[in-house]
DNA sequence: ACCTAAGTATACCGTCAAGTATACTTTGGC
DNA sequence: GCCAAAGTATACTTGACGGTATACTTAGGT
């Protein structure tokens, strides 16, 4: 018996997550948790009390894992055309990722029942990836603030919202991604999110 | 008892998608739907099988109700840019009002159980919209094919998918809306439409 | 060595809801 | 006027699941 304390809670928020997946808040039962944790329904309760806490403790523990891939890594390079499109490549990639689908489905489907947990996923995700495109426009290229957010807001409806919206609702063939690799695989085409990213340049640049 | 077939079917369907809507799947009960139907379960059961059956009949049913709204109704006029932003103005509207967004959330949620269900809604809906927008210009102002579909669908994702996208997410106040009336109401800002219209226009004559 | 906090194993309770059964009433076509 | 189809009223069966109870084991600090 090694696993105790925050180990055995990770164990219990993995596996209840999986859970929660697979058949929906209702659906998933505490049981079925316990077993795929390989602990108890007691051991459960006396993490978490009750289904709901362990359903809002599992989408901040998921928030925390997405934030964590979309920081702007220095290895982009200098280029900012070609480290945007990168960046939104990424982005792109894991949000039509079919974990995270499945997680914004759970979100969105409890969003009556735990608005504050829909809300908060969606800030953490997208305004979040807003926020650091908008300040890497102002200070790579020193576009003024105001500009700069519109511009993050247009790139980010052209090149995210039609892809993710379909994917969203089965629209667009499930993406398997790996854990790690810091690059867009092959699921995004870069060629449009060239042209968008070229297009919102030229435009913040003018003005 | 005057309410007999087609008329009780109907008060079925509405006063299920009330409790669907209201509840989700699994915690709307068929005692409840009976209920608000002013009927009785065993005539539920007599026309529905069983409740995935009504729920994916409550899917036909809505995506019925929102494409009616969603014509291109010959008084927009024949300015095209006056009558694209008329028409972007009131699908936004309409995608962004509550029940909407409810029932999308709905799908949504059940997306890993009615596949089907939730990629034909969309398709029902976004397929649709597109479709008549890329007609449209393709007709009205002789854009050729493929640069409709492209100016369509960039139309889309600037107008549509950031406020949709985020009222899913319930990051924006709730819309209610009116059953008839064609116009926009004052829940969009046409402002930013009217640029974006402006912009695609200008891009779409230009090739 | 021992005591306490954490975890295990398993059974149990109460509730709720899907779907069925049974016996009855109303309606409209003939 | 009658009869089959549609609908009503209500009770029942069955199973699942959230949460608790009880009795036990293990680990680790002192």
């Known amino acids: 018996m090694q696993r105790r304390g925050d180990d ?3 164990r219990i928020l993995s596996a209840a997550k999986d859970v929660f997946l697979a058949h929906g808040f209702d659906r998933a039962s505490m049981d079925l948790i316990a077993e795929k944790a390989d602990t108890t329904k007691r051991t459960l309760y006396a993490h978490f009390e009750n289904k709901e806490k ?3 403790a599992i989408i901040d523990y998921t928030r925390g894992l997405l934030a964590a891939r979309l920081k702007f890594p220095a290895d982009y390079g200098d280029d900012p055309d070609h480290a945007l ?3 939104c490549g990424r982005f792109l990639e894991t949000m039509i990722w079919n ?3 499945r997680m914004c489905r759970l979100t969105l489907a409890e969003a009556g029942r735990f608005p504050d947990g829909a809300a908060l996923f969606h800030e953490a995700i997208f305004g979040t990836v807003q926020d650091r495109l908008a300040t890497y426009l102002r200070e790579r290229l020193a576009v ?6 519109r511009a993050a807001v247009d790139l980010l409806g052209r090149i995210l919202y039609p892809r993710f919206t379909r994917a969203l609702f089965g629209a667009e063939p499930e993406v398997e991604l790996r854990d790690d690799a810091a690059q867009p695989s092959e699921h995004v085409d870069l060629k ?4 968008a990213v070229a297009e919102t340049l030229r435009a913040a640049r003018a003005r």
Chains 1, 2 share one sequence.
């Open 99 to 101: 974990r995270s689908i």
């Open 85 to 87: 499109v990168l960046f």
């Open 54 to 56: 362990l359903f809002l």
């Open 8 to 10: 055995l809670r990770d």
């Open 144 to 149: 003024p603030k105001s500009t700069a957010t």
């Open 192 to 195: 449009p999110i060239r042209a």
